[in-house]
Structures are given as C-alpha cells and as structure tokens.
C-alpha cells in the first residue's frame, strides 16, 4: 500500500546539499514524491511510498547531509498522488 507524507525540516537545511542528499535517499528506498527550499529557511519533502519506507526516509530526514543541523521534522498525512520518480523543485 502506498501512501504520501508532507515533512516540513527545520534547522540549517539549506545550502547544505539537503535536497540532493534527500533526493538519493529517498530513490535509495524507492520513495516518490519532491523535496524544496521554502521562503523561510525550511525545506519542504511529499513523500510517497510503503509507510516503512517513509518512516526510514523521515529518521534520516532528522540527520540529513553531514553539513545540516536539523532542529525539527514536522510529519504530517498528504493526499498528494504518488508521483513516478523523485524530484528537486
């Protein structure tokens, strides 16, 4: 069964490479979806896949690339449709 997660990461997450490392992992683990800067400072991840694969992706989430800091991973239940393949907005 798959489902779709919204995660909203707090912390230094930006200029850091988190989305291309969390585009790898997230193809590493067969998750679909998209990851993105926000305005504010956070970045912002849908998604989808089998909810083991999600919840691995969200333990990363809270470590990401060596250079992040993250401060707060907020999960939220999406209903977004599972998209084909991984991508960087």
Request: glycine content about 8%; aromatic content about 8%.
């Amino acid at each position: 069964m798959t489902s779709c997660v919204s995660f909203r990461i707090q912390g230094r997450v930006q200029g850091v490479g988190y989305r291309w490392a969390t585009k790898r992992m997230a193809q590493q683990l067969s998750v679909t979806g998209w990851v993105r800067n926000l305005a504010d400072g956070d970045v912002e991840v849908l998604a989808c896949g089998s909810t083991s694969a999600i919840d691995r992706l969200e333990q990363w989430l809270w470590h990401g690339p060596d250079a992040a800091r993250v401060t707060q991973v907020r999960r939220t239940i999406s209903e977004a449709l599972p998209a084909v393949e991984f991508s960087i907005r």
